[in-house]
C-alpha cells in the first residue's frame, strides 16, 4: 500500500482530508483520514467490488433471467461500483438498468479525476460522465443505463417500497459509521427491495446478518474477496 499525496477538504464537499492509496491489485482507493477508514479494500479494489457487487449481486440476476434491473446503491463515493454496472450494461445491450445512488459527500472533480480505475477497466468517457452528471435528476449514461445521484444522508433520504431489486450497500465499516448499519437504517433500506430482491455488502458481521434474518430475509454467507474471508448475500422472501 503506497501513499500517493494527500489532498486537503474542500469546503462543504468532503468531510475530511482524502489520502489517496494503491491497492494491492493497483487500483486506487482513498483513506478517509478523519474516520481512518478506506472506501474501497487494501487487498485491491477493483476485485474488491467485482466480486461483491457484480459476481454476486449483479451477475445472480442477469442468470435469473432478469432483463430490467433497478439498482440502489448506498453511497456513490469513488464511482467504481457504477463504472462496473456501466460496463456490464455494454456487455448486455438487452439489459436495461435503473442505478439509484445515495452519496452525501460527493467528491469534488480534483479528487474524483485522479482515481486510476479506467487504466485498468478502460470507459474513461463514462467515468467522467457518471461523476459529472448533475445530482438529483436521472441521467441517460447508456440507452440501457440510467443514473440517479441523489445528495443525501442516509437519514435523509425518503425511499419507495418494493421498487429496488439489487441493492449495493458499500456503506463505511459498521466500526466506523455505526449508525448506518443499526436495524431502523437495514429496515429502511431492504423495505425498497421487491419479493425476491438481493442485498450484497462486503460486511459479514454476526450482527448484521442476524439482524437481516429477523427482517426476513434468506441469508448466506458466501467466499469473500481477496483478502477478506467472507461477504454476505440476502435475499428478500
Not at 482507493?29 to 454476486?56: C, D, P, R, W
Not at 419479493?195 to 458466501?222: I, M, P, S
Request: glycine letters at 6%; charged letters at 20%; hydrophobic letters at 40%.
Amino acid at each position: 500500500m503506497i501513499s500517493l499525496h494527500i489532498v486537503l477538504r474542500p469546503a462543504n464537499l468532503v468531510p475530511s482530508p482524502m489520502q489517496f492509496i494503491i491497492t494491492n491489485d493497483g487500483s486506487h482507493s482513498l483513506l478517509n483520514t478523519e474516520l481512518n477508514e478506506t472506501y474501497h479494500s487494501v487487498h485491491g479494489a477493483v476485485q474488491e467490488s467485482v466480486h461483491v457487487f457484480i459476481k454476486m449481486g449483479l451477475e445472480l440476476l442477469i442468470d435469473h433471467g432478469l432483463k430490467n434491473i433497478s439498482i440502489l446503491e448506498i453511497g456513490f463515493g469513488t464511482g467504481l461500483n457504477a463504472l462496473l454496472t456501466v460496463r456490464e450494461s455494454l456487455k448486455h445491450p438487452d439489459l436495461t438498468i435503473q442505478y439509484t445512488s445515495l452519496e452525501a459527500y460527493p467528491l469534488p472533480e480534483e479528487i474524483w479525476s485522479k482515481l486510476n480505475y479506467t487504466d485498468s477497466i478502460g470507459l474513461k468517457e463514462y467515468f467522467q460522465k457518471l461523476h459529472q452528471s448533475n445530482w438529483n435528476i436521472p441521467e441517460q449514461i447508456l440507452p440501457n443505463f440510467t443514473l440517479f445521484k441523489q445528495q443525501q444522508t442516509f437519514q435523509q433520504v425518503v425511499f419507495e417500497s418494493n421498487k429496488i431489486d439489487l441493492i449495493y450497500y458499500d456503506a463505511f465499516a459498521p466500526s466506523k459509521q455505526p449508525e448506518l448499519w443499526t436495524m431502523e437504517m437495514l429496515s429502511k433500506v431492504v423495505s425498497t427491495l421487491k419479493q425476491k430482491g438481493v442485498f450484497v455488502t462486503y460486511c459479514a458481521k454476526g450482527q448484521l446478518k442476524r439482524d437481516l434474518k429477523a427482517l426476513g430475509f434468506t441469508v448466506e454467507t458466501l467466499e469473500g474477496p481477496p483478502g477478506k474471508k467472507e461477504m454476505v448475500r440476502a435475499v428478500k422472501d
